[in-house]
Antibody, heavy 122, light 107 residues
Framework: QITLKESGPTLVKPTQTLTLTCTFS??????????VGWIRQPPGKALEWLTL???????RYSPSLKSRLTITKDTSRNQVVLTMTNMDPVDTATYYC??????????????WGQGSLVTVSS | DIQMTQSPSSLSASVGDRVTITCRAS??????LNWYQQKPGKAPKLLIY???SLHIGVPSRFSGSGSGTDFTLTISSLQPEDLATYYC?????????FGQGTKVEIK
């Protein structure tokens, strides 16, 4: 059974750095083709893809947020960590982590965490 | 960035109706298109990957089609539990993007 769960602060102040951890089970991030990504959703708005890290350590970032994001993995602990610097109230959102799998034709997010609501406010 | 545009943004249909949602990419993405369902207050779930492949456990009333820039998600017979927002997502160039979502309501 594949599960993912996000953990981290529910409230951060403007200009602070957000650190979220995705702890997963039921798969290994050392398996070829597998990755873990982060997606966020402001209240009442659409999903926004943020970043992805692959089994081989390759990383991808949303161009609009690239300067503020860092994704890392700890394969032995089954964790992926997202850091986002210089938080602003517009970054208030539910942050999801999800597993990605890759086929020759496409990659997709097949298992999702429950999400973690992060509010940015002073 | 590849932009994904869904239409309509919302729709209301009756139980048993055939429902079609369209997703258009700003450039060709071959078949690198996935569909997700998000029920109110819940995390998204994968419905369709590679434009037309049904994810495990997804009811057969859901289907996907298309390639290049134009894609369609079809619900052949709408059920009450299909109340949700549906998102398309492209993974063509590893800088992924989602559509803005289509909210499906039941009349």
């Amino acid at each position: 059974q594949i599960t993912l769960k996000e953990s981290g602060p529910t409230l951060v102040k403007p200009t602070q750095t957000l650190t979220l951890t995705c702890t997963f089970s039921g798969f290994s991030l050392s398996t070829s083709g597998v990755g873990v990504g982060w997606i966020r959703q402001p209240p009442g708005k659409a999903l926004e893809w943020l970043t992805l890290i692959f089994w081989n350590g390759d990383k991808r970032y949303s161009p609009s947020l690239k300067s503020r994001l860092t994704i890392t993995k700890d394969t032995s602990r089954n964790q992926v960590v997202l850091t986002m610097t210089n938080m602003d109230p517009v970054d208030t959102a539910t942050y999801y982590c999800a597993r990605s799998d890759t086929l020759p034709a496409t990659s997709y997010l097949d298992f999702w965490g429950q999400g973690s609501l992060v509010t940015v406010s002073s | 960035d590849i932009q994904m545009t869904q239409s309509p943004s919302s729709l209301s249909a009756s139980v048993g109706d055939r429902v079609t949602i369209t997703c258009r990419a700003s450039q060709s993405i071959s078949s690198s298109l996935n569909w997700y369902q998000q029920k109110p207050g819940k995390a998204p779930k994968l419905l369709i990957y590679a434009a037309s492949s049904l994810h495990i456990g997804v009811p057969s009333r859901f289907s996907g089609s298309g390639s290049g820039t134009d894609f369609t998600l079809t619900i052949s017979s709408l059920q009450p539990e299909d109340l949700a927002t549906y998102y398309c997502q492209q993974s063509h160039n590893t800088l992924w993007t989602f559509g803005q979502g289509t909210k499906v309501e039941i009349k």
